[in-house]
């Protein structure tokens, strides 16, 4: 109607509202967790608006303006975190909509259920068809908004960026006559990592999955974790035990 501030968005969602009780978000924070990873690493890799982040892991999904946004957004998060999204998405599915009353026999008989036929149309409203209804031409222009917001969206959502491995830092340059260490670690699941050569700080940042960082020193290379579970260390090629963490988190490994 000319003049109405409906939101067609707002009336799609309450026709197919999530499950609230469904609970996804502790799913989703522990992935998170678990690699390592902010909020605002993962707003500044999936380009997901914060806020929608926190929605899902809080599961306030009445933050989001349409099940369109919902799904994407949370396709995009699983698929940023490697977890099944199809198992997530399953717990917010609405029920499935009851038969329509008139499919139940009537006390009346049949004929009490059947509706009436709609007065035939004059003029442009008869170009539509016979028996169109208001409500059935509002549900059409609801599924047609629904469409072009899915296309739009999908469209102008750039793909998330994979993460790049972290660049390997270039070797100290020994002195000649001295001895030096090869420390290399492998990483088995991605990890934040910092480590200093003799208290320099040589490299800081997350490194992915299936990586092998190496350096060189010529004294003492030390290096802090935020997973040591996910870590491998040799040093000049054989296979050592991480070194247990002095008071400030360090690992120190000794130049033999």
């Not at 009336?11 to 678990?34: E, H, M, V, W, Y």
């Not at 830092?169 to 088995?188: K, N, Q």
């Not at 870590?231 to 090629?237: A, E, I, T």
Request: with cysteine.
């Amino acid at each position: 109607m000319p003049g109405s501030t409906h939101d067609p968005l707002r009336k799609i969602q309450a026709q197919q509202p999530p499950d609230s009780k469904a609970d996804i978000g502790s799913a989703l924070k522990a992935a998170r967790q678990k690699r390592g990873h902010t909020v605002e690493a993962v707003v500044s890799n999936t380009r997901i608006p914060k806020k929608f982040i926190e929605a899902l892991e809080s599961n306030h999904f009445d933050e989001f303006p349409a099940l369109a946004y919902l799904r994407g957004f949370l396709k995009t998060y699983c698929d940023y975190l490697e977890i099944d999204f199809d198992a997530l998405w399953k717990q917010l599915q609405p029920p499935a909509p009851q038969e329509a009353d008139a499919a139940l026999p009537s006390a009346h008989g049949d004929s009490a259920r059947k509706p009436a036929k709609a007065p035939a149309r004059t003029g442009a409203a008869s170009s539509h068809g016979e028996g169109v209804s208001g409500g059935a031409l509002a549900a059409m222009a609801a599924a047609v908004v629904l469409a072009l917001i899915v296309a739009l969206s999908l469209r102008q959502r750039e793909k998330p960026k994979a993460e790049e491995p972290a660049p390997t830092p270039a070797a100290l340059e020994p002195m000649r006559g001295a001895s030096e260490a090869t420390v290399a670690l492998e990483f088995l699941d991605s990890a934040w990592v910092s480590v200093q050569d003799d208290g320099r700080t040589v490299f800081e940042g997350f490194v992915p999955k299936n990586s092998r960082q190496e350096w060189k020193s010529r004294k003492s290379l030390a290096f802090r974790t935020n997973l040591p579970a996910a870590l491998r260390m040799s040093v000049n090629g054989a296979k050592r035990p991480l070194p247990a963490p002095d008071a400030s988190g360090l690992r120190r490994v000794e130049v033999p």
